[in-house]
């Protein structure tokens, strides 16, 4: 099971470089910082980070039931991920994704990724999503992202996100290329 979940970890890492790493014409990421929003102390809204990550309809679970509500889970961990690299923050990467190694490869994109601007939920943009799979555990969606905003040398290409619950919370757990990959084997991991 563990080379499965390293071989699951080597793709996302090297899906998430390709997809999001720039083409040429670099651009430099101004010096303006934004604070991560604290998980703990906001109250559930539809517009905030870490509200998203954290809303659920019940005390221990929660299934998502309609397209809007997997995009803007979606939406809220990509923008974690690009904020947490925008600022350098390791702990607000941790927030938004399940797997040590994915932190790791967040870290080592420290100072190298390219924003032309600071990241924003709104700005990226959510294409074409279908839910694969839903239940309390496990969400998998098919789509694309567009994040041209604010990364306009990235070229957004389709993939399956499956974002798992731990702690009651929607993390990111793996990125695969198609649905015909071994997607189902992640919503089937037993999480610590």
Same mark, same amino acid.
């Given at each position: 099971?563990?080379?499965?979940? &390293?071989?699951?970890?080597? !793709?996302?890492?090297?899906?998430? =470089?390709?997809?999001?790493?720039?083409?040429?014409?670099? %651009?430099?990421?101004?010096?303006?910082?934004?604070?991560?929003?604290?998980?703990?102390?906001?109250?559930?809204? *539809?517009? !905030? &980070?870490?509200?998203?990550? !954290?809303?659920?309809?019940?005390?221990?679970?929660? %299934?998502?039931?309609? @397209?809007? $509500? &997997?995009?803007? =889970?979606?939406?809220?961990?990509?923008?974690?991920?690009? $904020?947490?690299?925008?600022?350098?923050?390791?702990?607000? =990467?941790?927030?938004?994704?399940?797997?040590?190694?994915?932190?790791?490869?967040?870290?080592?994109?420290?100072?190298?990724?390219?924003? #032309?601007?600071?990241?924003?939920?709104? &700005?990226?943009?959510?294409?074409?999503?279908?839910?694969?799979? #839903?239940? #309390?555990?496990?969400?998998?969606?098919?789509?694309?992202?567009? @994040?041209?905003?604010?990364?306009?040398?990235?070229?957004?290409?389709?993939?399956?996100?499956? =974002?798992?619950?731990?702690?009651?919370?929607?993390?990111?757990?793996?990125?695969?290329? #198609? *649905?015909?990959?071994?997607?189902?084997?992640?919503?089937? %991991?037993?999480? *610590?």
């Amino acid at each position: 099971m563990r080379f499965v979940v &390293a071989g699951l970890v080597i !793709t996302v890492l090297a899906l998430g =470089i390709w997809l999001f790493w720039p083409q040429e014409n670099v %651009v430099e990421p101004a010096t303006t910082t934004v604070a991560a929003s604290p998980t703990t102390t906001v109250a559930p809204t *539809p517009t !905030t &980070a870490a509200a998203t990550a !954290t809303s659920t309809t019940g005390p221990e679970s929660h %299934v998502v039931t309609t @397209v809007e $509500e &997997a995009e803007e =889970i979606l939406r809220e961990l990509w923008f974690g991920w690009f $904020e947490g690299i925008y600022n350098q923050n390791i702990d607000r =990467i941790r927030e938004v994704v399940i797997l040590e190694e994915t932190v790791q490869a967040a870290n080592d994109l420290f100072g190298q990724m390219a924003f #032309s601007t600071i990241p924003t939920a709104d &700005a990226i943009q959510v294409n074409g999503l279908q839910i694969l799979r #839903s239940d #309390s555990e496990c969400l998998a969606l098919f789509g694309s992202l567009d @994040v041209a905003d604010f990364r306009p040398e990235a070229i957004g290409t389709s993939g399956v996100y499956v =974002i798992r619950r731990t702690s009651n919370l929607w993390k990111l757990m793996t990125v695969w290329t #198609s *649905p015909d990959d071994l997607w189902e084997t992640d919503c089937a %991991v037993l999480l *610590p």
